[in-house]
């Protein structure tokens, strides 16, 4: 399957950061992903970090689970995601940085607080983005995300800090560069804050230096199932710099080094 991205699009990108893509990922692949969601819920990899909520729901998330799971493999090389995020962009080389797995089941109230990602992941550059795929019909009370649009253009890199009780993935240490997030939660009114409902196969698109968070999902009767999947395009280098993510450290590259390695391969794109 191919899927060329609109000059809309591509200018929604560039413009804000964010958007969505209605009807991206066919039905065969959400049964697939579906079912390899299960398995890892069931059987978790070694990066797992998931909590009770204290309503009675539970948050599961992994990542780096396309290493141990060949639907998740298949996904991010041979779907549309690689050429989709070739286009966005604008790059001659693409890597995969990794992917990872959301599930805020029914009556999981805990919010997803604000942040940009790219201060937690051990990389330089600006091509770097996300395709974040629904797998369940999709609303604010059941946990849709929302964006600052444009917030990608600040050039304020945001200090890094634990989501939930997540023992596998450590503590941030602090930044001297980074700053606190402001409180936007509590000045929303300050903030163009948007959001997209989703039906399952809709996903958002969004840079790595978008500010976003998501409410917990207040729903009694359904899931909110989120797998996400990180390109990184020509410009970006390893950068092992104080308080990134731990599991996404590789001990073979150098500072300054393209990511060309096992855990970060190069995709080949069909033009």
Not at 108 to 115: D, E, G, K, M, V
């Given at each position: 399957?191919?899927?060329?991205?609109?000059?809309?699009?591509l200018?929604?990108?560039?413009?804000?950061?964010?958007?969505v893509l209605?009807?991206?990922?066919e039905?065969?692949?959400?049964?697939?992903?579906?079912?390899?969601?299960e398995?890892?819920i069931?059987n978790?990899?070694?990066f797992?970090h998931?909590?009770?909520?204290?309503?009675g729901?539970?948050?599961?998330?992994?990542l780096?689970?396309w290493q141990n799971?060949?639907?998740?493999?298949?996904?991010c090389?041979e779907?549309?995601?690689?050429?989709?995020?070739k286009?966005?962009?604008?790059t001659q080389?693409?890597?995969l940085?990794y992917?990872?797995?959301?599930?805020?089941e029914?009556q999981?109230?805990?919010?997803?607080?604000?942040?940009n990602d790219?201060?937690?992941?051990?990389i330089?550059g600006r091509?770097?983005?996300?395709f974040?795929?629904a797998?369940?019909?999709?609303?604010?009370?059941?946990g849709?995300?929302?964006?600052?649009p444009?917030?990608?253009k600040w050039e304020?890199?945001?200090?890094?800090e634990t989501?939930?009780?997540?023992?596998?993935?450590?503590?941030y240490?602090?930044?001297p560069d980074?700053?606190?997030i402001?409180?936007?939660e509590a000045?929303r009114a300050a903030?163009?804050?948007?959001?997209w409902?989703l039906?399952?196969g809709?996903?958002y698109?969004?840079h790595?230096?978008?500010?976003?968070?998501?409410?917990g999902?207040?729903?009694?009767d359904?899931?909110?199932?989120?797998y996400?999947?990180?390109y990184?395009?020509?410009?970006?280098?390893y950068?092992?710099?104080?308080?990134?993510?731990?599991?996404?450290?590789?001990?073979t590259?150098?500072?300054?080094e393209?990511?060309?390695?096992?855990q970060?391969?190069?995709?080949?794109?069909?033009?």
């Open positions: 399957m191919t899927r060329q991205a609109t000059t809309d699009e200018e929604a990108y560039q413009r804000d950061g964010a958007l209605r009807n991206l990922i039905p065969h692949w959400l049964e697939a992903l579906a079912g390899a969601i398995r890892d069931n978790p990899g070694p797992f998931g909590y009770d909520a204290p309503d729901g539970r948050f599961h998330g992994n780096r689970i799971d060949p639907i998740f493999k298949r996904f090389l779907s549309v995601l690689p050429a989709l995020a286009q966005f962009l604008d080389k693409l890597n940085l992917d990872q797995l959301f599930v805020k029914a999981t109230s805990n919010r997803t607080r604000w942040h790219q201060p937690y992941w051990p330089r091509q770097v983005l996300s974040w795929v797998l369940d019909h999709t609303t604010l009370d059941s849709a995300l929302e964006f600052v444009g917030s990608h304020r890199w945001f200090q890094p989501f939930g009780i997540t023992p596998s993935l450590g503590v240490e602090r930044n980074y700053e606190d402001p409180d936007i000045n903030y163009p804050i948007v959001s409902e039906e399952p809709d996903v698109l969004f790595a230096m978008t500010v976003h968070g998501s409410p999902n207040a729903r009694g359904r899931r909110r199932r989120g996400a999947v990180r990184v395009g020509d410009d970006v280098i950068d092992d710099r104080l308080g990134v993510s731990k599991p996404l450290l590789n001990s590259l150098v500072n300054g393209a990511l060309d390695c096992e970060y391969p190069v995709i080949e794109v069909s033009s």
